[in-house]
Each structure stands twice: as structure tokens, then as C-alpha cells.
């Protein structure tokens, strides 16, 4: 019988060396030696013990054999009374958990494992794995106790091992730093994670990305959050997942320009991923004017969702100004292409082309935004914004994606997003 047979039920964990023959030179008493502790003969097998620990040990052993719990537990208090060395330690620990295993009693097996690692000897009779899993199974332990930090340090010791398990380790560690208010350590230790999963050509779980999102958002950490929202869209394009993370990008950055606005609800509605009547409206009032074609798309999608009512005043007063202005707006871009390669600037050919833009005719929008690229008084950041934007929806993925990576300064954060969809939703 392995001194460890009942804790390998639980960690399947085998104490190399530490069985219970192997400890008998160790706990019977020397014939020609003194009372006192007897050098070990093999040092990785056999052990330092004082005598009132080695013969208590060995009265747990005995009547471990016989499932004599009571014994065991009134001999392993007097061992545990008479610790002196680290090698009393290890072994009152290993038959503590054995006992605590038998008895199904946690908060022994917990105190046992404690012991075993404080004795420092757990690296001379256990291989690393075992030593991995004491660890984890004295994090896990302390967690449920609400002992953070105790579980911070286990999690942390079991990580320096190298296993092929620590990827599901990171759950916890986060967590527990998250317990300790350690909010910007918690998310290092998640996005340390994804690459060691990808490396692994391990799926990253979506709840993972979803919970780091959370994290970082409700502690205002806009940097982390952001990454991580671009990461879980890249990761799981979906409505949820893009609605979220627009949103998000819209609450850390309430002072955007009416472009940057339009440009985050344009990708929004991309993705399928517009809903609420305050979208909608927002979306389309600074439209219904100057670009009634998309004005007049998008209030109608609404009323086909009903989000929006086509009866609300507001509505059916910008649908109808929309509706009167469509007529001329397609046919002044009819004749866009010639006019504005003639203009002076590429001013015309800017507002042109996001009116194809917003009319859905991707081609033209890209051949106009390219006449006012060649030319003068134009936003050159948000020029190369709505260029991206317009080979992203007409599926030209990699010139989308060459396009957006050129986009610097404010609009940069918005230009990675398109380029994401373009990425994921690209033809």
C-alpha cells in the first residue's frame, strides 16, 4: 500500500519514493543509535524524523490499514504536536491527506497539503507534476475560503511548473485578482493566456474574452477593455459580440465628432448589429439633409424591424424630407464622377463619394474617394477612413485592410474596427 494511495483518488498524485515500506528503516526505532533523529540512508526515499513523530506516524500508518480512523486521527494530532524537522512535516502532511482523503475531510486534507509544501521536500520525493497539483489543490482550497491570497500565491507557485495544464489555471488566477482588487494584474494575466492557448492551437473560450471585457470596463480601463473587445470580436463576430463592443467604444469616447459618430453606427448597422430606437435616430438625423438616400434606408429598416414607429412625428418628418430629396441626390450622382475629377479640390468628390457611400453603390463611393485623394482641401485621416470603408463592404478585403492600416491620430481606433469587419465579413 502506497502511502499516497488515497491521495492519488484525489490529485492523482503517487509520492515517488514514499511508500510505506520504504519508511519503515525511518520509523522504527534505531537498535544502536541514541533517541534522537536517525540520517537518512537514501535521501530521496528514506527521512529525518524525531522519535515522537516516528512513532505516531507509524501508529497512523497502522491503523490506516484497518480504516481505524479514530486512531489515525488521535495519532496524527500527536504527531503533528511533535514536528520539529522538514521532513517531519512532509510526512505528517502526506499521511494527513491520506487520512483527510479517507474521511473526506477538506479542511484536513487542506492543512495537510500545507504542510507537505512548507516542508520544502516535496521536490526531493515528488516529480514536478505532483508538486503542480498540491498546488493547485491548496489554491483551489484557500479560494473556496475566501483566502485570496494564499490562493494568488498557489496559483502562482503551480504556474512557474511547466505543464501542460496551467492554461486552465488562468480562470482562477484572475479571478483571485480580481477578489484582491488587483484589476490591471488580472487582465495581464488573461491576455497572457491567449497567446499560450494559440500557441497550443487551443480554442480561446469565448466567456474568457467576454468576462476580460467585463473587468476592464467596470474598472474604467479603457485601453485593456478596448483590446480585449477587438479580440473577442475578431474572435466570435457576432451580434452580441460587435453590439457590445461598439457600444462600449461609444461610451469611453462620448465626445466624438458627428463623423466618427456616423462612421461607428455605419459599422453597427454593417454587422446587422443596429437595434433601439435611439440608434436609429441617432443614425439618422444628421442625414435626412445632406444624405437622404441612407437617411431614408435606414429609417425604413427600422420601421420593417419596428424599432421605430413610421407614425412617430419625427420620423415620418425626416422620411418624408429624405424621400423629397432622393430623386436629386441620385442624380446628381450620376453625373459626380465627371464634375468632381474637373473641381478644383477634392472637397466634392469627399462628400460624393459618401453619398454612394450611404446609397450602397461601394464601386462608385471607392472611384470618388480616390479622385479626392489625388487632391487638396480634404481630411486626409478621414478620407482614407471612408476609402477602408467602402472597399470593406464591397468585399475587398485585403485593400480594405491596407487602406485602414494607413489611418493614424483619432480615427485610428475606429479605422481598426472597420478593418476587423473587413476582415471577418469581407468577401
Known amino acids: 500500500m502506497k502511502l499516497a494511495s488515497k491521495i492519488a483518488v484525489t ?7 514514499a511508500s510505506v515500506l520504504a519508511l519503515q528503516p525511518a520509523l522504527a526505532k534505531p537498535k544502536s543509535a541514541p533517541e534522537q533523529t536517525q540520517a537518512p540512508a537514501n535521501p530521496a526515499q528514506d527521512y529525518i524524523l524525531t522519535p515522537a513523530v516516528r512513532e505516531a506516524a507509524a501508529a497512523v500508518q497502522t491503523a490506516l490499514k484497518t480504516n481505524d480512523f479514530t486512531t489515525a486521527s488521535a495519532k496524527l494530532a500527536e504527531a503533528k504536536a511533535a514536528i520539529a524537522t522538514d521532513d ?10 491520506e487520512l483527510g482523503s479517507s474521511r473526506q475531510d477538506k479542511a484536513l486534507q487542506g492543512q ?3 504542510l507537505i509544501l512548507s516542508s520544502g521536500k516535496a521536490s526531493q520525493h515528488m516529480s514536478s507534476d505532483m508538486i503542480w497539483q498540491l498546488y493547485v489543490e491548496q489554491a483551489q482550497s484557500a479560494y473556496e475560503a475566501n483566502q485570496f491570497q494564499k490562493a494568488e500565491a498557489g496559483l502562482e ?4 511548473i511547466a505543464s501542460p495544464n496551467n492554461i486552465q489555471l488562468y480562470p482562477m488566477l484572475v479571478e483571485t485578482k480580481v477578489k484582491l482588487g488587483k484589476t490591471p494584474e488580472a487582465i495581464a494575466v488573461l491576455e497572457s493566456a491567449i497567446p499560450k492557448m494559440q500557441a497550443a492551437n487551443q480554442t480561446i473560450p469565448e466567456a474568457w474574452l467576454k468576462r476580460g471585457v467585463a473587468i476592464a470596463y467596470n474598472a474604467k480601463l479603457q485601453p485593456e477593455t478596448l483590446r480585449l473587445c477587438k479580440q473577442w470580436i475578431s474572435a ?8 457590445t463592443s461598439l457600444n462600449i467604444y461609444r461610451d469611453f469616447n462620448r465626445n466624438l465628432d458627428g463623423d466618427a459618430t456616423l462612421d461607428i453606427l455605419r459599422l453597427t448597422r454593417a454587422v446587422g448589429a443596429l437595434s ?3 440608434e436609429y435616430l441617432l443614425y439618422a438625423q444628421p442625414l435626412y439633409i445632406g444624405y437622404p438616400i441612407e437617411a431614408e434606408s435606414v429609417l425604413k429598416e427600422g420601421i420593417q424591424k419596428g424599432v421605430i414607429s413610421a407614425s412617430d412625428t419625427t420620423v415620418s418628418k425626416w422620411l418624408a424630407t429624405a424621400r423629397l ?3 436629386a441626390a441620385k442624380a446628381d450622382l450620376a453625373k459626380a464622377v465627371v464634375r468632381d475629377s474637373k473641381a478644383a479640390t477634392g472637397k466634392e468628390a469627399f462628400i460624393d463619394g459618401t453619398l454612394a457611400l450611404g446609397a450602397g453603390d461601394y ?6 474617394y480616390t479622385i479626392a485623394k489625388g487632391k487638396t482641401g480634404v481630411d486626409a485621416e478621414l478620407l482614407s477612413l471612408r476609402l477602408g470603408m467602402a472597399q470593406a463592404l464591397a468585399g475587398q478585403k485585403d485593400a480594405a485592410k491596407a487602406t485602414l492600416a494607413n489611418v493614424t491620430g483619432s480615427r485610428s481606433e475606429i479605422a481598426q474596427l472597420w478593418s476587423i469587419y473587413a476582415d471577418k465579413h469581407g468577401a
Do not use: R
Request: aromatic share 10%; hydrophobic share 35%.
Open 157 to 160: 507557485q503551480a504556474l512557474k
Open 325 to 327: 430629396k432622393v430623386p
Open 112 to 114: 495537510s497539503v500545507d
Open 11 to 17: 490529485l492523482t498524485l503517487t509520492l515517488s519514493g
Open 363 to 368: 464601386p462608385l463611393a471607392i472611384n470618388l
Open 276 to 278: 433601439g430606437e435611439s
Open 236 to 243: 466570435y463576430p457576432s451580434n452580441d459580440s460587435w453590439h
Open 88 to 97: 517531519d512535516k512532509y510526512i505528517v502532511g502526506s499521511l494527513g491527506y
